[in-house]
């Protein structure tokens, strides 16, 4: 509340409410999968919800979906436990290249499908020259490696666009 008196915003805004016309927002009940099943066949990860969570359906669209993330990674940026929203329509991560002058960066929060390990959220880079991504962990015991793209490699589900998680 107090921001909003600082920058003079609507707290209805904020909630949800279309000011305007007057119109509460619509909360919309979501799925959220797991991100470690993997199909027995093809070892590729596989959708199995394990909750439904109730948000604003302005913060959904049909290249969204929900996660959790398993593991500990990308902590403390993101903790274990932690809602993740993916964007299916965001499918390529920033190329990595020696001329970058933010090299040194890690990568953008990524969703990937890896095999025999199903869906795994790490800090990726594409690289261009080998046609593979690097991923990367806040977490020093976790090392940084490299993935082919493609049919036998891993495969880009999405970018992370939201995380919701205990402060």
């Known amino acids: 509340m107090r921001h909003c008196r600082e920058y003079g915003i609507d707290p209805r805004i904020i909630l949800g409410e279309d000011v305007l016309s007057h119109t ?60 993740l929203m993916v964007d299916t329509a965001q499918d390529l ?25 199903g869906l795994v959220v790490r800090l990726t880079r594409y690289i261009d020259g080998r046609d593979s991504f690097e991923l990367a962990a806040l977490d020093r015991a976790v090392p940084t490696f490299v993935v082919p793209r493609g049919e036998d490699g891993c495969r880009i589900v999405g970018r992370v666009v939201w995380v919701a998680q205990e402060l």
């Open 24 to 83: 509460p927002a619509r909360i919309v009940m979501m799925p959220v999968f797991a991100m470690d099943v993997v199909h027995p066949r093809t070892g590729r990860w596989g959708l199995r919800e394990i909750e439904r969570i109730a948000l604003l359906s302005r913060l959904l669209g049909p290249t969204r979906f929900l996660t959790r993330m398993e593991g500990r990674a990308l902590e403390p940026r993101i903790r274990h436990g932690a809602y």
């Open 93 to 117: 991560p920033p190329a990595k290249s020696p001329d970058d002058a933010s090299a040194d960066e890690a990568g953008v929060p990524f969703a990937l499908d890896i095999p025999g390990e």
